[in-house]
Each structure stands twice: as C-alpha cells, then as structure tokens.
C-alpha cells in the first residue's frame, strides 16, 4: 500500500508518494514505484491500493484529460462509476486523486475511495492551503498525518513549491518511520500557474 500526498496553494499544486509496490503476499516487487501520472504539467491522475486496478483506471482515465479538461465532468463519471450498494462489497481498493489547473485557469483537485464511496473537491483560494493523502489502513488515523502536516508546514514554510515538497518528504519519511509498507524513496511532481 502507498502513501501519496497532495498539496494545494492558489498557484501551484504538488504531489508526491512513496516507491514501495508490495505484492498479494507483501513481498517487496519495487522501491522505486512511482503512484500518480504527470500530464502535461498541467494535470495529474495519483492512485493507491489495488496496484492492476489503479493503474488500469488511471490509463482509461487519461484520454479524458487535455489542455480543456472539465475536472468536475470526469469527478462526477467516476462517483457514478463507484456506486454499488455494499462499498464493503469490492475486490479491490482505489483510492484516486485528479486535478491541475481547471477551466477558469484555477487550481483545483479532486479525491475519491473506492471502499468508503467517499470524494472531495479542493479549490485553494487565497493564501488557503488544501491537502490530502491516498492511503488505506489506520495510517492517516494512527499518525495524525493531517496534524503532523501542519505542524511540518509551520516549520518549513508553505510559501513555494519547494518548501511545501520540504514538509511533504518529512511527512513521508514519518509515515516510513511507523510504516513498514512505505519507504523513504519519493518521487514527485509541482503544478505552477
């Protein structure tokens, strides 16, 4: 299981997530996997949980996106995609985050989990920071990941994409420090308007 972070500012969004791919049986199969798609540095598609359906989707996903791409059309099919019944129900687990900069020219982005049925729409205004993680598990609870961002956001700064990937390697590396199923190898990714 990974963990991906998303940050989000008026002007610039970063995403980042750990390189650990563990198999059915947890065996280590990469250290260095990288858990979202880059689109013409002006959208991105992040993923967690069941690794085959993740990216399956995320490929059907990517024909969608272009340089007038509706973030909220594509949220909307994929709410609509996840309704059943019985979330508790489903073979696999996907947790997806989309976004990048809209149609007004805005940064916005979008989460959606596949288990609980459960998705949120950021739009950072102002001097607003928005942020979120893909990560299943008692993790983000356990941790106080959310409480922990802040308190790394205080001391990094949260001003330019660099200090915000600063607090957003920390985070990662405190998650690693509690995780055995995330490791320190990040990779990552900066939205600019």
């Not at 972070?5 to 260095?32: P, T, Y």
């Not at 099919?77 to 979330?87: G, H, M, N, R, S």
Request: aromatic share 10%; charged share 25%.
């Amino acid at each position: 299981m990974s963990f991906v972070s998303i940050l989000g500012r008026e002007n610039f969004l970063s995403v980042m997530s750990d390189g650990k791919l563990l198999g059915e049986n947890n065996e280590v199969l990469q250290e260095d996997y990288q858990n979202f798609i880059n689109i013409g540095n002006s959208a991105f598609i992040a993923f967690a949980g069941s690794q085959g359906p993740c990216e399956e989707l995320s490929v059907q996903m990517l024909p969608y996106f272009d340089e007038k791409t509706d973030f909220a059309a594509i949220h909307q099919a994929l709410v609509d995609f996840f309704k059943v019944d019985d979330p508790s129900q489903r073979d696999v687990k996907i947790m997806i985050a989309f976004g990048g900069i809209n149609l007004e020219g805005r940064i916005e982005f979008y989460t959606i989990d596949s288990g609980t049925s459960t998705s949120e729409r950021y739009l950072p205004e102002g001097e607003d920071i928005k942020f979120c993680f893909l990560r299943s598990g008692e993790l983000l609870t356990d941790l106080n990941v959310k409480g922990k961002m802040i308190e790394l956001l205080r001391t990094t700064g949260a001003g330019t994409p660099t200090e915000c990937i600063s607090a957003q390697k920390l985070l990662n590396d405190y998650a690693a420090d509690h995780d055995a199923s995330v490791n320190k190898k990040t990779t990552r990714m900066v939205i600019k308007k």
